[in-house]
């Protein structure tokens, strides 16, 4: 049964037993850091994995081009064979050889344009190579950022200490700024 003392003692449910009010936005990410950072890192943990998939479309592209590679090597080798056989076996005024010459000279332009289109391929990857690396480096930033101010936040919920919170907050930030900056770069 509740006496009298008791009853003083209840907290009166129309005041604010939390500070969000006073700190207004702020107070309410600092008292929410730890959730707010686990969220954020589930969001950085779908961004990783779209890092992940642009890494193996990148190689897969990779290997495209070396089969590419591969292919005009070959085509090149046979193609300066057929013209050292070429040269034995006709004469170079009659019209056999002219018409076989005529073909080769267009495969060779083929060849020539696999190459030109290899070499752009070449160069785009290398651009998105370099993309991906520091998207990577950033992600891996952010991700010890978070990390710190998760132990941050730990340690200040438990010690109550607003300066520990507020780094923790600034922590988040920074790793916020970091993750949008992979989302956007």
């Known amino acids: ?6 009853i003083d003692n209840l907290p009166n449910p129309e005041q604010n037993t939390n500070n969000t009010s ?3 936005f702020i107070g309410f990410i600092m008292l929410h850091n730890t959730t707010l950072i686990a969220i954020i890192l589930s969001i950085a943990a ?6 992940e998939r642009m890494q193996q479309n990148a190689d897969e592209a990779e290997n495209d081009i070396k089969d590419r590679r591969e292919y005009l090597e070959t085509e090149t080798q046979r193609l300066s064979e057929e013209i050292d056989q070429l040269d034995l076996k006709y004469d170079s005024t009659s019209a056999k050889y002219a018409e076989i010459a005529k073909e080769l000279t267009s495969r060779a332009d083929s060849l020539n344009k696999i190459e030109t289109e290899t ?3 070449e ?10 690396e520091n998207q990577n480096k950033t992600s891996n930033a952010a991700d010890t ?5 998760i132990l941050i936040s730990s340690i200040s919920l438990t010690s109550r200490n607003k300066k520990l919170t507020w780094l923790a907050t600034l922590l988040t930030a920074a790793g916020v700024v970091a993750e949008v900056l992979i989302y956007f770069a």
């Open 1 to 6: 049964m509740l006496d009298n003392d008791s």
């Open 22 to 24: 006073k700190g207004g």
């Open 46 to 51: 779908m961004l990783g994995n779209n890092l």
């Open 119 to 121: 070499i752009k391929k």
């Open 123 to 132: 160069h785009e990857q290398e651009v998105l190579l370099k993309h991906i």
């Open 145 to 149: 950022i978070f990390q710190v101010a």
